[in-house]
Every structure is written in structure tokens, then in C-alpha cells.
């Protein structure tokens, strides 16, 4: 119990930390932020469960008003911005991130993560992303997601990287990953 609770705020921590590299913002007003990356982490290291804490309890800190967001960003005016379907998506890309780590099995732990971090963090959280942008900015929904296909690449190199970071992590704490230990026999694919 008390090990969750340190992780959750571990991550939540992390999240916030990686704020601190300058985004670039791009004409559509989302920027650029390594941001995503954390959350990416927080499913791939912590599972769906875990991991959707984590990234909520930073979204709801950053709802409080904390300048958490990259760019020193915070506040309820967030949740009216073009950023908004990202920032409410992230905890449910770290959800999806980590069940995807909990139920498919593939050659390696850090390609599992990484498979996991392309489904959750960026196809499902460019639909949130996406829908939010559309709204927020009254343009179709195609429109919108012509306009996140910029993020692509850069969200590949950060799925890879946590892919990566996963690898190692299950070499020299595997511990840390609950979701290796999940039994093949519970409805798991193995692809
Ligand atoms: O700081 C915010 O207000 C949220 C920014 C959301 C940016 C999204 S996350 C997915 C995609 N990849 C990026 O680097 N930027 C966008």
C-alpha cells in the first residue's frame, strides 16, 4: 500500500519534472512536451491501475493551479485551451498503456512497452488530443488530427525510449514491474 502510494507520487513527481524542458509550441497551440513521455512511463512502469493514478493525480494538481504543465502552465483555463483533450486524455493513455503491458506478450518487456506506449500514448491519446483540438479551435475532426500528425515522430522516439527504459528496468529491477509476473494462463496474448 504504502509502496503504491510512493510510486504514484513518484511518477506524478516525474511527470512534472519533465515539464521543465522548454516546450515548443506550434501554430495550433499544442506544443511539443516530454511530457508525454512521463506518462508513456507511468502505464509502461506501473500498469492501468497505477498508472491512471499517477497521471490523474498530476492533471488534477495541475487543475488545482499548480504551473505544472510545461511552460510553467496551470489551472482551470487549461481545460479551455487547445491542449485540453490531451491534457484530460493523458491519464486514460497511461491507463491504456498499461493494460495493453498486463494482457499482451511479446518477445521482450521493452517491446511490449514500448507497442503499449504507441496504443496508448499516442493512438488513443491523439483521438482525446484530437476531438479536444476540434473542439476547442472549431475545425473538423480531420482537420484536427492532420494538424497532431505533426507530434508523430517525436511520439514514436519517446515510445521507443520508454520501450528502452522498460528493457533495462526488467533487467536490473524486475520487481519493479508487476505485469511480468502476471500469469501467461490469465487471457493473456502471446503475440
Ligand atoms: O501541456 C499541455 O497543455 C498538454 C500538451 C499536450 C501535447 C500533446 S501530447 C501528445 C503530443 N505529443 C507532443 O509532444 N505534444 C502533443
Do not use: C
Not at 506518462?39 to 492501468?48: I, K, N
Not at 495541475?62 to 510553467?72: I, R
Not at 480531420?142 to 517525436?154: D, M, N, Q, R, Y
Amino acid at each position: 500500500m504504502e509502496r503504491n502510494i510512493a510510486q504514484i507520487a513518484l511518477f506524478a513527481a516525474m511527470i512534472a519534472a519533465l515539464g521543465l524542458v522548454p516546450p515548443i509550441t506550434l501554430t495550433f497551440g499544442v506544443p511539443i512536451t516530454a511530457q508525454s513521455l512521463g506518462v508513456m512511463l507511468a502505464g509502461a512502469v506501473l500498469g492501468s491501475r497505477r498508472g491512471f493514478a499517477a497521471v490523474g493525480l498530476f492533471v488534477l494538481l495541475v487543475a488545482l493551479g499548480l504551473p505544472l504543465l510545461a511552460g510553467g502552465r496551470g489551472g482551470l483555463g487549461v481545460f479551455a485551451s487547445p491542449t485540453v483533450g490531451f491534457v484530460v486524455g493523458y491519464p486514460i493513455a497511461a491507463f491504456v498503456t498499461g493494460l495493453f503491458v498486463e494482457h499482451v506478450r511479446l518477445r521482450s518487456p521493452g517491446l511490449t512497452a514500448g507497442l503499449g506506449a504507441v496504443v496508448g500514448g499516442i493512438l488513443v491519446l491523439y483521438l482525446l488530443g484530437a476531438t479536444g483540438l476540434a473542439y476547442v479551435a472549431g475545425k473538423t475532426l480531420i482537420e484536427a488530427f492532420a494538424l497532431v500528425a505533426a507530434f508523430i515522430p517525436g511520439d514514436l522516439l519517446k515510445a521507443g525510449i520508454a520501450g528502452m527504459l522498460v528493457q533495462a528496468l526488467a533487467k536490473v529491477r524486475p520487481q519493479t514491474l508487476e505485469w511480468l509476473r502476471l500469469p501467461a494462463s490469465n487471457g493473456n496474448a502471446r503475440l
